[in-house]
């Protein structure tokens, strides 16, 4: 994964502080979740969860990119944050559940909440994902901590929610707002989790990156001057933000210096109006047979960085 701004100490530095702070008011939030009885505020310790594992799988991230590919792992180790993802969101949608099925109790069977205590750690927990998210904002412009900033940020409206939550039980007396509230925060839990199982079984199961579309990128490259014929293709994500394309493709019996021009020019396509830097092509000047894999080799070329190979 190509991770530049994270890989700053200052960044790393903001996501050590925000992942630390993150959990200290998660173990706050649920405690006065507790005394408050407050189902509320327990379930919104419980989305604070969802906080701290996003900003653990970018710092996770930031630190497996460094680490080199190898002889046993020639990718290096993009999927640890996506097989992380994977368990972590399985773990939040069980929380969700078991939220939704207390709120639906206590629904039926009210229990009365303390609003204040609500409404001060709902604002401490405002002001914390505020400067976090600001931290983040202006930590980097990688799309990686983007994504976290973008939690983060839609993590402090939901807390705010419990503040004005905590106001109308305040002023109405009504306790069944309380678990309402659970409701709408297990909903929104559960919502991001099942965004995040879905994109990474996607990764996990090397299925076409989100927002691509293979017939459009063949039909792209076969725009490309030289090129007679794009097939046998495959395009599938390493990491989260790292995207590997394969293919064969045809072109006339011409010598290697002009088929290295051409392989530029795929490479270049690729990159600028896919970003798929990650390219293993195979060029032929003869037809093969598909259902076979293509096994015949005419002409290999190479890029610089990958090897084009038969399958």
């Excluded at 970018?58 to 497996?64: G, L």
């Excluded at 639906?104 to 609003?115: D, I, K, M, T």
């Excluded at 799309?143 to 807390?159: E, V, Y």
């Excluded at 199961?205 to 794009?230: F, H, K, M, Q, Y």
Aim: aromatic share 6%; net charge negative.
């Amino acid at each position: 994964m190509h991770v530049h701004g994270a890989q700053t100490p200052r960044t790393q530095r903001i996501l050590r502080l925000s992942l630390a702070a993150t959990l200290v008011y998660v173990l706050v939030t649920f405690l006065a979740g507790l005394r408050a009885h407050s189902l509320a505020l327990i379930s919104e310790a419980g989305h604070n969860v969802s906080d701290a594992l996003a900003l653990l799988l970018s710092f996770v991230a930031v630190y497996f990119q460094g680490r080199p590919a190898s002889d046993a792992k020639t990718f290096g180790y993009q999927r640890a944050g996506v097989l992380a993802a994977f368990i972590n969101a399985l773990t939040l949608i069980v929380i969700a559940v078991g939220i939704a099925i207390e709120a639906v109790h206590r629904l039926s069977s009210p229990v009365a909440v303390q609003p204040r205590l609500m409404m001060i750690v709902a604002a401490a927990g405002v002001v914390m994902n505020g400067v976090i998210a600001a931290f983040l904002f202006s930590g980097s412009r990688d799309i990686n901590i983007r994504s976290t900033f973008i939690h983060m940020l839609g993590d402090t409206l939901s807390t705010a929610a419990v503040i004005v939550g905590g106001a109308a039980i305040l002023f109405t007396r009504l306790n069944w707002i309380d678990p309402v509230l659970s409701l709408l925060i297990a909903a929104l839990i559960l919502w991001s989790s099942l965004s995040i199982v879905r994109e990474t079984l996607n990764i996990l199961l090397e299925g076409t990156p989100r927002g691509l579309s293979v017939p459009d990128i063949r039909n792209s490259l076969a725009t490309i001057d030289g090129v007679l014929d794009v097939h046998d293709l495959h395009v599938w994500s390493l990491g989260s933000q790292t995207r590997a394309l394969a293919t064969h493709v045809t072109i006339d019996d011409i010598p290697p210096s002009e088929s290295t021009r051409i392989l530029g020019d795929i490479r270049e396509h690729l990159l600028s109006r896919y970003g798929i830097y990650h390219t293993t092509v195979q060029f032929e000047h003869a037809a093969c047979g598909e259902a076979h894999g293509c096994v015949e080799v005419v002409e290999e070329a190479h890029d610089h960085s990958h090897v084009g190979h038969s399958r």
